[in-house]
């Protein structure tokens, strides 16, 4: 019997996250969120999150079912008032509004919070002291630009190129390496890359259990910070860097 690679990741920080996300990839305006577009964009990642046999929190399926209806709602024609009276019509939208508006403001003072606990582990204190002939400049800091709902499209493009030039291997077979066995070999890719590797020549085999494999094993070194990503514009190629010791 054929059993799935299920995988669960606590990667995705929940449905808000991905909301706000496709807001300011579109560059939607939060007060007047056309909800048409930004329901047929989540349920397409909620469908990327299903062809990675990811476990799907209920939380997603339940914004899910929220947007379709807020969507439905839109869809419905207004009545019209006898009088001339203004009466107070409630925008379906505002509740949603309300709630990405207050996690966005949460999520900006988490970020704050964690740039100040970065700069505070790189702070030591020492007697003063003079150091002739050294080079003050500030090196930039090389920092992967690349969310992981970036990960995500670039994922789906690969899963639409391979079926497209050939199809996915459909045999009945186990998996034949494990995501801690595909992090090494990632790794090693990586590190022998010096001007990076693109994300889609890390997916060397056609079989589907392989090509979600390696994507898990990418995100965990990710986490790690042994690799990061760079995208040089919006929608352009990924590249994986090794991060130097």
């Given at each position: 019997?054929?059993?799935?690679y ?8 929940g449905?808000?996250?991905?909301l706000l996300?496709?807001?300011n ?6 007060y ?11 349920m ?8 990675l ?5 209920s939380?997603?399926l ?7 209806a807020?969507?439905?709602?839109m ?19 505002e ?13 900006e003072?988490?970020g704050?919070?964690k740039e100040k606990?970065?700069?505070a ?6 007697p003063?002291?003079v ?7 500030e090196l ?7 969310s ?31 995501i801690?066995q595909?992090m ?6 990586v590190?022998?890359?010096k ?33 990061y990503?760079?995208?040089?514009q919006?929608l352009?190629a990924?590249h994986?860097f090794?991060?130097?010791?």
């Amino acid at each position: 019997m054929n059993q799935a690679y299920h995988v669960k990741l606590d990667a995705f920080e929940g449905p808000l996250d991905l909301l706000l996300h496709l807001i300011n990839q579109y560059e939607i305006d939060i007060y007047d969120i056309p909800m048409a577009q930004i329901t047929d964009q989540y349920m397409h990642y909620i469908h990327t999150f299903q062809r990675l046999e990811l476990n799907i929190a209920s939380e997603y399926l339940v914004m899910a079912s929220t947007l379709v209806a807020i969507k439905s709602q839109m869809l419905l024609p207004q009545m019209e008032t006898i009088d001339d009276s203004e009466e107070y019509i409630q925008d379906p939208r505002e509740e949603l509004i309300e709630r990405l508006m207050e996690y966005r403001k949460y999520k900006e003072a988490a970020g704050n919070l964690k740039e100040k606990e970065l700069e505070a582990r790189h702070t030591f204190t020492r007697p003063a002291h003079v150091f002739d002939n050294v080079d003050t400049r500030e090196l930039p800091m090389v920092k992967g630009d690349v969310s992981v709902y970036d990960m995500l499209d670039a994922f789906e493009k690969v899963m639409e190129r391979k079926k497209w030039n050939e199809p996915l291997d459909t045999k009945i077979k186990q998996a034949e390496i494990t995501i801690e066995q595909k992090m090494e070999e990632v790794l090693l890719l990586v590190k022998q890359a010096k001007q990076g590797v693109r994300f889609d020549q890390l997916f060397s085999y056609k079989s589907r259990t392989h090509i979600v494999v390696t994507f898990m094993a990418l995100l965990e070194l990710m986490k790690k910070n042994n690799v990061y990503c760079k995208q040089t514009q919006h929608l352009e190629a990924i590249h994986v860097f090794y991060v130097e010791d």
